[in-house]
């Protein structure tokens, strides 16, 4: 049997006895006293409670204390492991963290970063340079190639924006970048405020590269001089549909 001999009491048949032996029990019954305990059993000894029995039973050893201890220290978050994970939440949200505002808000920030920079496990950590400030991310949670995105769009310098994006594209892929790409995520720039970016673009001679033309069907694109050729870009623009 797959569990052995079962013990009596473990399931209950009703058993029909011959009326002799029923007579017998009878008698035997009437011998137990009032509680139930059968006469010649010591007086006061009862069965313990399964409860009160397994609490009694001396306590086990850990047999791996040292990995508890472990576990433990692991769990604990160290200055710098805190500012990891406030970046690797941003990240995750498709945030870069300017250091100017961790400056201004963390009063031992010198000291956090630097314990971060020799931490293995805050290894995902990352930084862009932009414009304006110094930005950090998380790889865990974003790629290069978006962290330079994310500046931009942190930074809200548009015209900057489209001329580095035009330009990537053009040597990456390589394609023109049509005016309605700036209108989605992660930019979401108006219409308006591209033209007044394509405005800035013509008057500031570093952005000269950055050019504008029209397709077959009068929808406009960019794309940069001395990457892409004028005649390439008008080709692709007929024959290629632009996609993120």
Do not use: W
């Amino acid at each position: 049997m797959l569990f052995g001999r079962r013990k009596p009491g473990f399931v209950q048949v009703e058993k029909r006895e011959p009326e002799s032996q029923a007579s017998d029990h009878r008698e035997q019954e009437a011998m137990l006293p009032e509680d139930g305990q059968a006469v010649g059993s010591e007086q006061g000894e009862e069965k313990p409670e399964l409860m009160a029995y397994l609490a009694a039973l001396p306590d086990a050893e850990d047999p791996f204390p040292e990995a508890e201890e472990e576990a433990e220290e692991e769990e604990e978050l160290t200055p710098a492991r805190e500012l990891a994970d406030y970046i690797r939440i941003r990240s995750g949200a498709a945030q870069v963290t300017a250091r100017a505002a961790l400056q201004s808000e963390i009063e031992d920030f010198a000291e956090r970063m630097e314990a971060l920079s020799e931490d293995e496990s805050c290894r995902d950590i990352a930084q862009a340079q932009g414009a304006k400030d110094l930005y950090y991310y998380s790889r865990n949670n974003m790629s290069d190639n978006y962290a330079m995105i994310a500046v931009l769009v942190e930074e809200k310098d548009l015209p900057e924006t489209i001329a580095k994006m035009v330009r990537f594209n053009c040597r990456t892929y390589p394609l023109p970048t049509p005016i309605t790409y700036f209108e989605r995520h992660p930019y979401y720039a108006s219409l308006p405020q591209i033209e007044r970016a394509i405005d800035v673009l013509k008057r500031e001679s570093k952005y000269e590269d950055i050019q504008v033309f029209e397709n077959s069907e009068g929808v406009r694109y960019f794309y940069a001089e001395g990457i892409m050729s004028r005649k390439y870009a008008k080709a692709l623009a007929e024959t290629e549909e632009f996609t993120d």
